[in-house]
């Protein structure tokens, strides 16, 4: 999970790294008294976005009165920052800086172990930073220290082990007038899997897709929470602008479909994808919040053969929606595994029941040709 | 022949006394494999399915010397301290099936392993199998002999589904596998497609060999080199999945958690640095076993 710029510079000022004097502005805060709480006339207001190059999109700009920090805050929330949805500005002072470095920790996965990178060219993508400008050091993830003379780079290691996190980034990792380093940015993902021994995390919730998550997304997260967090996966669920509900099963089947729907000029309504042999109500949560959308044209749910995910069990809890909803649209139906005769005619007496438009496939049928005749069922 | 496995494997598994790793090994005792015996910290003692449970690894291996392979069934915050463990006892094959390792443990044992040449398969990987010779993990289900037959195709998936799934088109066109290996869909994978091909590529039983990988990443970039330098000559097909992506923001994970859409990395560019190597692009899943079958 990416962090906002606050987030991370919290995190940061936990390990020792400096950051400059700031105060958060929400949505529907006075941002003249935010202004007179922080103190400082010259400041930075800057859009708080997951991704997204905010400098070049009017993302950050400066003030030197509360009534200019008013314009900018307003200026900066109705901007458009690549689509991405502004969670707060932070306004923060302004450091009279002399030079810009750049510092990253983040898992080289070819060599599978943490690396350290460091520029004195900082400020810009270290992807156009030309390569002798750039120091790599690897590191032993085994070991709790590192010794370096690279400015804050002992901070941020302990930081990036003791955070659980995938990246942590400084750029600009700043040199001011006075010769002190401050992080100017911050860029941190953590490791949700690493949720478990980090008590104190309590994020907002959020999604990289430019907006607020939707209530059901919201929901589904909540399917996967809990003591038994990873016995089976149901809580995959993104909301999309199509109008055909998916329930895919496993990761890799779950991409290749979504393609392969995609290639048949379907619009898909969400990305949706169980796995790992999760209990009937899991997948009941699961099926009954993706056939809540409104405007769904028709249904696909369809997996490879399963090596132990159970097909009765987990189609169980498909069937007990399709029960309680007795939808009008398609349905195409291809899966296969552990119970898969059993699975099957558990959904072929649903819709015998339930007088669904259903189509329903083994694995004698490959996934792909399915979804081709969802198309057809739908499109005819 | 196929790799990883062979007649002599003598199978420990970490976790046997828990559902999915008792599950497990009963799938694997039923699949011509040699589970030797379990461990499960404050187990020692018992018996499951007739084998002896043990305390710890060390303890297994005094008296089961001859285990080469162990099998990690723990919960994923238990993961790190029973790689480790397997390590110190010098288990030359680790197959971590846990799911959802935090990262830092995962580079820390990988880190271990490294230093004493061990293998590790995973995390998050399903397992693999050779058929008729045996299976680590669950692979092919209760499904196992409808879906697999001893052949000359080797399978390697970033995908536990799609390593079945696709052994069985592979089998549907009349086909076999050497061996079939779920590699995992976690950020770091102990053992790369690369890894596996260069063992494919000295198995007199493999002659062709397809992959399932995904978007984000970079594991098909070192297979691209591997085949530059001649370290990998059969041929070779691929499919990466994941075309949609594309318009998702960097940084945003679908799939799995090595799914990461990120700059230079999405299933587009893969699939032009592979062809220019010779690789054979199959557009759907389904289209790997039609791009490899003349060479089966």
């Known amino acids: 999970m990416n962090l906002y710029e606050f987030e991370g510079k919290n995190i940061f000022s936990q390990f020792g790294i400096p950051i400059p004097k700031s105060i958060l502005v929400r949505r529907g805060d006075d941002t003249e008294t935010r202004y007179a709480e922080l103190g400082i006339k010259e400041v930075v207001v800057k859009a708080q976005v997951l991704s997204g190059k905010r400098g070049k999109n009017n993302g950050i700009l400066f003030a030197s009165s509360d009534t200019e920090a008013k314009t900018a805050v307003e200026n900066i929330f109705d901007a458009n920052i690549r689509g991405q949805y502004v969670a707060a500005v932070l306004m923060e002072e302004k450091l009279e800086i002399v030079e810009e470095h750049y510092l990253s920790i983040t898992y080289d996965t070819n060599k599978k172990q943490p690396v350290l990178v460091y520029s004195q060219s900082g400020g810009m993508d270290i992807e156009d930073v030309s390569d002798e400008k750039i120091q790599k050091v690897y590191l032993d993830i085994r070991q709790e220290k590192i010794d370096t003379e690279i400015p804050l780079a002992k901070e941020l290691y302990q930081c990036f082990l003791q955070s659980d996190a995938r990246v942590v980034e400084i750029n600009p990792l700043v040199k001011t007038k006075t010769g002190e380093f401050f992080a100017a940015d911050s860029k941190i993902a953590i490791d949700e899997d690493a949720f478990y021994r980090h008590k104190d995390w309590n994020f907002e919730p959020r999604t990289m897709l430019g907006r607020l998550p939707t209530d059901r997304e919201m929901e589904v997260k909540k399917i996967d929470e809990g003591e038994n967090y990873y016995r089976g996966t149901a809580g995959k669920y993104i909301e999309m602008d199509g109008d055909v509900a998916v329930l895919f099963s496993g990761g890799g089947a779950s991409i290749a479909n979504m393609d392969a729907l995609i ?118 | 022949m196929g790799i990883l496995l062979d007649k002599n494997s003598k199978v420990l598994v970490q976790g046997m006394t828990g559902k999915e790793g008792l599950k497990a090994a009963k799938a694997m005792m039923a699949y011509h494999t040699d589970v030797v015996c379990g461990v499960t910290p404050g187990k020692g003692g018992q018996e499951m399915e007739g084998k002896m449970i043990f305390n710890s690894v060390k303890e297994a291996k005094e008296k089961f010397s001859q285990v080469n392979v162990s099998a990690i069934y723990v919960p994923p915050f238990a993961a790190k301290a029973a790689v480790l463990e397997a390590i110190d006892s010098d288990i030359p094959l680790i197959s971590v099936i846990a799911e959802r390792i935090p990262i830092k443990d995962t580079a820390y044992f990988l880190a271990a392993a490294k230093e004493k040449n061990i293998r590790v398969v995973g995390p998050s990987s399903l397992g693999f199998i050779n058929p008729d010779i045996g299976r680590i993990g669950v692979v092919g289900g209760p499904l196992v002999d409808q879906v697999f037959q001893p ?52 198995d007199v039983q493999t002659k062709a060999v397809v992959i399932f990988g995904e978007h984000g990443g970079s594991y098909e970039f070192e297979v691209v080199d591997l085949i530059k330098n001649k370290g990998f000559t059969k041929p070779l097909a691929v499919y990466i999945g994941g075309k949609f992506a594309n318009v998702f923001p960097e940084g945003m994970n679908i799939g799995h958690a090595g799914a990461i859409v990120g700059r230079g990395q999405s299933a587009a560019e893969k699939e032009v640095a592979l062809k220019s190597v010779g690789v054979l692009i199959a557009d759907t899943y389904e289209d790997l076993v039609t791009k490899i079958k003349p060479f089966a």
């Open chain 2, 151 to 202: 052949g000359s195709i080797g399978v390697i998936s970033r995908s536990g589904g799609m390593t079945n799934e696709l052994s069985w088109q592979i089998r549907q066109a009349g086909l076999g596998q050497s061996s079939a290996v779920h590699v995992g869909g976690d950020l770091l994978m102990g053992t790369t497609y690369a890894d596996l091909l260069k063992l494919f590529e000295v």
């Open chain 1, 263 to 380: 290639k048949t000029g379907l619009k898909p309504a969400n990305y949706t994808e169980y796995s790992g042999n999760p209990p009937r109500e899991k997948v009941h949560q699961l099926a009954k919040i993706v056939l809540s959308k409104p405007g769904i044209r028709g249904l696909w749910i369809v997996g490879g053969v399963a090596n132990f995910t159970d097909i009765a069990e987990t189609f169980g809890g498909i069937a007990d929606v399709l029960d309680e909803l007795k939808p009008t649209y398609p349905i195409v139906v291809r899966r296969a595994g552990p119970n898969e005769e059993q699975g099957l005619q558990l959904m072929r007496d649903c819709a015998d029941r339930n007088n669904l438009q259903i189509k329903i496939f083994g694995k004698e049928t490959p996934m792909s040709a399915t979804a081709k005749e969802l198309a057809e069922m739908i499109l005819k």
